[in-house]
Nanobody, 113 residues
Framework: VQLQASGGGLVQAGGSLRLSCVAS????????WTWYRQAPGKQRELVAS???????NYASLVQGRFIISRDNSKNTVDLQMSSLKPEDTAVYYC????????WGQGTQVTVSS
């Protein structure tokens, strides 16, 4: 398995979760990484990205609530999610910015109202 996302779960609106993705790939530190999400019946959408130098970018819907980070020593990219809303409910996936790898199982996030 190249990409393993974890940390999802059921949380009430306003709560927080921290997702983590372990990437068993070469040259992790040279790549930009992303988190995507896919809600039922909707297309997969980009949530956040982080460059090799640590510069982060966010979709407007999550700006100010989510924080993406990376640890090159562990080949991990995390997504700290706060002030969660029911519309954040989705399966969350990580991938390189070039979408170079199979998506994997993702991790389910469910936010109850």
């Amino acid at each position: 398995v190249q990409l393993q996302a974890s940390g999802g779960g059921l949380v009430q609106a306003g709560g927080s979760l921290r997702l983590s993705c372990v990437a068993s790939v070469r040259f992790f530190d040279l790549k930009a990484w992303t988190w995507y999400r896919q809600a039922p019946g909707k297309q997969r959408e980009l949530v956040a990205s982080i460059s090799g130098s640590g510069i982060a970018n966010y979709a407007s819907l999550v700006q100010g609530r989510f924080i993406i980070s990376r640890d090159n020593s562990k080949n991990t990219v995390d997504l700290q999610m706060s002030s969660l809303k029911p519309e954040d409910t989705a399966v969350y996936y990580c991938n390189s910015k070039g979408l170079s790898y199979d998506w994997g199982q993702g991790t389910q996030v469910t936010v109850s109202s």
